[in-house]
Structures are given as structure tokens and as C-alpha cells.
């Protein structure tokens, strides 16, 4: 009761003397308030307080991703942030998500370490709401300057003392001169090896030493899922060559006049993903998939595009590719390459996928056999494009050639069906006028 009347006067409360004087009390008021008083001027009163203190959790990601590893915090205990302002980032095996600020406040504690596995719902740290003015503690560094300096002097003293004794023996040498050698001490030196130890090591010049990194959680899922593909689709590749003199042509021709009216480059990914779409329709075993006992099919193409990232993989997806012409495919596939290199995919941009194209030739690969993102049935593989020695028309020529390979589920696909699409698509980009027809 004292020490709540103690605090309303130092408050400003306006209290009566009846109120607080009576019995034993006068004697202890004045006391405690000689004791109060230095407490509470030392005391910052603000508008926040530990009540009002919060604690953020893991968010909801998305419905397939229950945890996740905390990578890194951008803030730590005591540093102040804005709204929105990402406190920390938590990596899945698809994306990475950030921890924000729900509001500008401080950061009073951290329950969770680097690289630890957190849940969806867990306790991430204590946040004070409340803008707070920062308090910079700069007596520590210049302790750490002295302490430094201090160091370094008995650093420097060290080798003066080093050097004295290092001559003191040395004083005796001349003395010890004169004195015969006895020849019971020269066969000791010749019984230690040491020079033939020195010897193997000579020619190992670099380093031997060896790294051990943990795998981020996309890797480890890459991993997991190209093992799964390959113990569960029945794999078989085929090959062809592609003429691609007249799609060389057509994109050297214009070019130009899309990069100045849509601002999108011309490449051949829109070519390849144009004849691809146009083939499944044909032969819709490609564009299916095995559920149980059962083979789903699709009236749509959402063309999967492998794209490299510093952290692995990814197959961002082109939503109904069927209904897009080479300008709509080449913008979606630009924006969604660049939200890949940038970390900014969302599960959205990655979710489903009917067919994949894979394009090695980018990194100068010649031949490859690409594998089955499961659970589809197909992958279509591009590489480099090389001149080689052609027949035309019973005559020697140099042509421009790619190499593609087609990757299928035997289970779904025979090799007619499969041969028949390289065939389909090989003969769309010798001649893409052909794509206008079909």
C-alpha cells in the first residue's frame, strides 16, 4: 500500500494528507519517499512498457510446408525496427520466407538460433511495440581500443626480450668453440632422419584441407525428389537433330522489331514451348499423368521451364502455354526467370505442371538425358547448337544442329508415341510456319 502511494505522488497524483497519514505512516512516508524519489528520476517513463510486449510466431507459409530452418536474423536483441521490416528469414525446401516487424518497435529477445528447424506456430521472439531512441554504448569499444593498445604493447615488448635471450646463448658459443668436439657426438646427428622426413612432403604444394557445408533444405528436396524419379518412372530417353537454320532465320529477322514493340527478347524457348504445346495436343499420353491405378489427362499445357539458381532447380510453371503465342511466352518466361534469380518465387509460381523443357545448351552441353519431374511423364531436353556436315538434297552442307532428348515414363508413353513426338517437334521448328497451320 505504501509503495503504491509512494508511486502516485511521484506521478504527480494529487493525494490527501488524511489519506496517507494516519497511524504509524507519516514516519515511513517521508523515508520511502527520499528513496523513491531517486528511483523514479533515474526511471524513463514511455509510452511502452513489458505488458505490452508481444511475441511473433512462424507464420503460415503455405499449406504443404509445416517447418522450415531459420537462416539468418537481420535484427538482434536491443536493435529497433519498422513496420513491415524483416527481422528474419526461414528456408524451405521451396522457398524462402521472411519474418517481418508487425510494427515499428524493438527487439527484446530471440527464441530460436540460426539454422535450427522451426514449425509453423512456434515461438519466433519478443517484440515491443513503440518507437524507442537507441541507446549506443560506446564505452565498450574504447575499453576494447585500450585493451587492444595494451596488447599490442606487450606484443612489441616481447620480441625486444626474445632478442636478449636469443644472444645470451649465443655469448657462450666463442668459449665452447675451442673445445674438441668428442666424436661420440657425431653419430647421433647422422641417426636422425630429419631431412628425408621433409622430403615426401615437398611436392604437395597446395592445400589438403576439406570443407564440410550443411545442404539448405531446397537442395535436400531436389535430391529426395530426383531419387524418387528415378525409382519410380520407368526412364527412357530418345534423340533427334534439329535443323535450325529457319528458326535461326525467322528470329535474326525480327528480333529487333520485338525487343522495340514489346520490349521482350526473341529467343527459342518460345519456339520450342510453341511446338511442344502443339505436339501434346496429339499425343496426350506426354501431358498426362498416374494417380493409383488410373491416368490423369489434361485439355491444358502449364509448361514447366528449368531455370538455375544459385540454391538449385527450380521449374517455375507457364500457365495454359497452349493459348500463348511467342511474344506471351517469351514475357512469362523472362519475368518468371527473373523472380527466380531474384529469391522471389512464390509456391504458386512452382505449383503443377504438365511437361518440362530443360535447356543444358545455355551451359554448352551436347547430349544429356534429362529426368522425369514427377509426376509427369515427359521432359524435352535442349542443348547447345553446333555446325556439323549435313545432307541436303544429295549435297554436303554445314547446318546449325541441336540435339534434343526426350525423357519418358515407359509405363505411359511407348517408344512409337515417344520417337513420334522428337519427330512432331523436330519438323515444327525446320519450318515454324508450319505452327501457324496446326
Given amino acids: 500500500m505504501l509503495s503504491k502511494q509512494i508511486t502516485a505522488a511521484a506521478r504527480g497524483k494529487v493525494v490527501s494528507n488524511a489519506s496517507i497519514i494516519h497511524g504509524g505512516t507519516a514516519l515511513a512516508m517521508s523515508r520511502g519517499w ?99 531512441s537507441e541507446s549506443s554504448p560506446p564505452p565498450p569499444k574504447e575499453d576494447s581500443k585500450e585493451d587492444k593498445s ?8 616481447q620480441p625486444k626480450e626474445d632478442k636478449i635471450k636469443e644472444e645470451k646463448p649465443r655469448e657462450p658459443e666463442p668459449s665452447e668453440k675451442p673445445k674438441p668436439a668428442p666424436p661420440s657426438e657425431k653419430p647421433p646427428k647422422k641417426e636422425a632422419p630429419k631431412p628425408t622426413e621433409s622430403k615426401p612432403s615437398a611436392p604437395t604444394t597446395g592445400t589438403r584441407n576439406e570443407t564440410r557445408v550443411k545442404m539448405n533444405r531446397m537442395r535436400l528436396r531436389i535430391a529426395e525428389r530426383l531419387k524418387e524419379s528415378q525409382n519410380a518412372a520407368a526412364s527412357l530417353t530418345t534423340f533427334n537433330e534439329i535443323d535450325m537454320s529457319s528458326l535461326m532465320d525467322m ?56 531455370v538455375a539458381t544459385p540454391k538449385g532447380l527450380v521449374t517455375p510453371v507457364v500457365r495454359n502455354a497452349e ?17 527466380a534469380k531474384d529469391g522471389k518465387l512464390t509456391l504458386e509460381d512452382m505449383a503443377g505442371g504438365t511437361f518440362t523443357i530443360s535447356n543444358g545448351g545455355v551451359f554448352g552441353s551436347l547430349y ?57 517437334v523436330k519438323e515444327y521448328l525446320e519450318d515454324p510456319r508450319k505452327m501457324l497451320l496446326a
Fill in 251 to 306: 528470329r535474326k529477322r525480327y528480333k529487333d522489331a520485338v525487343l522495340k514493340q514489346h520490349d521482350v527478347k526473341l529467343g527459342f524457348m518460345s519456339a520450342f514451348a510453341k511446338a511442344c504445346s502443339l505436339t501434346l495436343k496429339e499425343i496426350p499420353a506426354a501431358n498426362a499423368y498416374i494417380e493409383g491405378d488410373e491416368i490423369v489427362y489434361h485439355d491444358f499445357v502449364d509448361l514447366s521451364v528449368a
Fill in 34 to 132: 527520499k528513496t523513491a524519489s531517486v528511483n523514479i528520476r533515474r526511471a524513463q517513463f514511455h509510452s511502452t512498457n513489458l505488458l505490452q510486449a508481444e511475441t511473433v510466431k512462424v507464420p503460415q507459409m503455405a499449406e504443404s510446408i509445416t517447418e522450415g530452418t531459420l537462416k539468418s536474423w537481420s535484427k538482434q536483441v536491443g536493435d529497433s525496427v519498422a513496420a513491415d521490416e524483416e527481422v528474419a528469414t526461414i528456408e524451405t525446401d521451396k522457398i524462402d520466407a521472411s519474418v517481418n516487424a508487425p510494427s515499428a518497435g524493438t527487439i527484446k529477445e530471440l527464441l530460436a538460433n540460426e539454422e535450427d528447424t522451426v514449425t509453423v506456430g512456434q515461438d519466433l521472439f519478443v517484440f515491443e511495440p513503440g518507437e524507442v
Fill in 323 to 339: 493459348a500463348m503465342n511467342f511474344v506471351e511466352i517469351e514475357k512469362e518466361i523472362a519475368a518468371l526467370g527473373k523472380k
Fill in 368 to 424: 544429356g538425358t534429362p529426368i522425369i519431374n514427377l509426376p509427369q511423364s515427359a521432359v524435352l531436353g535442349m542443348h547447345a547448337i553446333k555446325d556439323k556436315p549435313v545432307v541436303v538434297d544429295g549435297q554436303i552442307v554445314i547446318r546449325p544442329i541441336m540435339v534434343v532428348a526426350l525423357t519418358y515414363d515407359h509405363r505411359l508413353l511407348d517408344g512409337r508415341e515417344a520417337v513420334t513426338f522428337l519427330v512432331r
Fill in 150 to 157: 595494451q596488447e599490442d604493447k606487450t606484443k612489441e615488448d
